[in-house]
């Protein structure tokens, strides 16, 4: 099993930014894809962005391409979302994932954590 528990998240004004922390255990970190997916009120979970195991690969969609970025300290077991010049648009529980070949659906991946809350005022 791998425990993820999210942190971070909380209420910002648009434009304004929050970084988003997914700590890890029970599991070689490493060698798994992390990833942030949001669900905002009455949608369905979205896929927000992913990082390979070592780091170098990363994929974000297109709503928030240019303002988020994803990053991991594996020796830390940790991932991160960097999250810029927010919107209000951008409210939703987000929410890390782990698989060792998890991808774009949240189908694709085993190990979830409890979600932390994200609010963007106008």
């Known amino acids: 099993q791998m425990r993820l528990v999210e942190s971070g998240g909380g209420l910002v004004q648009a434009g304004g930014s929050l970084r988003l922390s997914c700590a890890a255990s029970?599991?070689?970190?490493?060698?798994?894809?992390m990833a942030w997916f949001r669900q905002a009120p009455g949608k369905e979970r979205e896929f927000v962005t992913r990082?390979?195991?070592?780091?170098?690969?990363?994929y974000v969609a297109d709503s928030v391409k240019g303002r988020f970025t994803i990053s991991r300290d594996n020796a830390k077991n940790t991932v991160y979302l960097q999250m810029n010049s927010l919107k209000p648009e951008d409210t939703a529980v987000y929410y890390c994932?782990?698989?060792?070949?998890?991808?774009?659906?949240?189908?694709?991946?085993?190990?979830w954590g409890q979600g932390t809350q994200v609010t963007v005022s106008s």
């Open positions: 990082i390979s195991g070592s780091g170098g690969v990363a």
């Open positions: 029970g599991r070689t970190f490493s060698m798994y894809t």
């Open positions: 994932a782990a698989d060792p070949v998890g991808k774009f659906s949240q189908n694709e991946y085993s190990y």
